[in-house]
């Protein structure tokens, strides 16, 4: 389960990672805005995997 999950947290990043690099690049932002507005994204996505993670673990108990 632990490496199914692993792979799904992997493509949601890259996913993710992409998007907003078209947004930035779509905004011309400057390196250093872009490095703020990925790390934000990268955040929140992880938080959101790690919660839905722990969400699947406890439903599965």
Do not use: H, P
């Amino acid at each position: 389960m632990f490496l199914i999950f692993l792979i799904y947290g992997f493509i949601i990043l890259v996913i993710f990672n992409s998007l907003t690099d078209k947004f930035c690049k779509k905004l011309e932002m400057n390196d250093n805005k872009q490095a703020t507005v990925f790390r934000f994204t990268n955040i929140m996505i992880l938080i959101l995997l790690v919660s839905s993670y722990i969400k699947v673990l406890n439903a599965m108990v």
